[in-house]
């Protein structure tokens, strides 16, 4: 079975602070995603990788930046956290590109709270 | 760009009755990807089915199915014999071309299953 998991299930930070959240994919995927989740906005791409050193912004990428110098691994980085990144991180992966179809796999989330 | 709505942002259900969730989506493109994904409380996101638009044939996966109105831009998702474990939040989700990019999430139906 295909696991993402994540480095935190919850974390509280203070506003200012520097964030890592990391993300670890076991499949050998060359895609991986970060997306937020919020109440009544659903879930939005913050940025995505499809390859190593590669990342590509996603939808809401303000305030936020990425790292992947290995495979499987994709880090997102809040350089100076603000309370309005309150929120459910998820991280997701899946195989590659130029195939018909790769399900995207998700990891259990990270309740990130900027105190 | 993509948008994706789902309408209807709670609905419950006795157990063993059939429900329909709603899904809209708009996109200019011809060929893409849509997708049921089940988030269950507190657990991991997976997916529930997936429909390809050139394919005509709605999907089906057990108790569950989708209604594909390609013209009308609809996608919604029919859970038959409903069943406890089926309470969860379900995002329809939209990709172009392959499936393999980004994907475009609805703001989600939280869904309960009543004993």
């Known amino acids: 079975d295909v696991k993402v998991t994540q480095s935190s299930r919850y974390l509280v930070k203070r506003t200012g602070e520097k964030v890592f959240l990391e993300c670890v994919q076991d499949m050998d995927h060359e895609n991986m995603f970060w997306y937020r989740q919020d109440p009544g906005l659903g879930l939005r791409l913050i940025y995505f990788s499809y390859d190593v050193k590669m990342k590509e912004k996603g939808d809401i990428p303000e305030g936020y930046s990425v790292s992947r110098e290995k495979k499987e691994r994709f880090s997102l980085i809040l350089e100076s956290a603000s309370t309005n990144q309150t929120s459910m991180y998820l991280c997701?992966?899946?195989?590659?590109?130029?195939?018909?179809?790769?399900?995207?796999?998700f990891g259990p989330g990270t309740r990130l709270t900027v105190l | 760009a993509q948008t994706v709505t789902q309408s209807q942002p709670e609905m419950s259900v006795q157990e063993a009755e059939t429900v329909t969730l709603s899904c809209t989506y708009d996109t200019s493109e011809n060929n893409y990807y849509l997708f049921w994904y089940k988030q269950p409380p507190s657990r991991q996101m997976i997916l529930v089915i997936r429909q390809e638009a050139y394919k005509q044939q709605n999907a089906t996966e057990n108790r569950f199915s989708v209604n594909f109105q390609k013209a009308a831009k609809s996608f919604s998702l029919k859970i038959s014999d409903s069943q406890l474990g089926d309470t969860a939040m379900y995002f329809c989700a939209f990709s172009p071309n392959f499936g393999n990019e980004k994907l475009t999430f609805g703001t989600g139906t939280r869904l309960t299953i009543i004993p």
């Open positions: 997701a992966s899946s195989l590659s590109t130029g195939q018909p179809y790769n399900e995207q796999f």
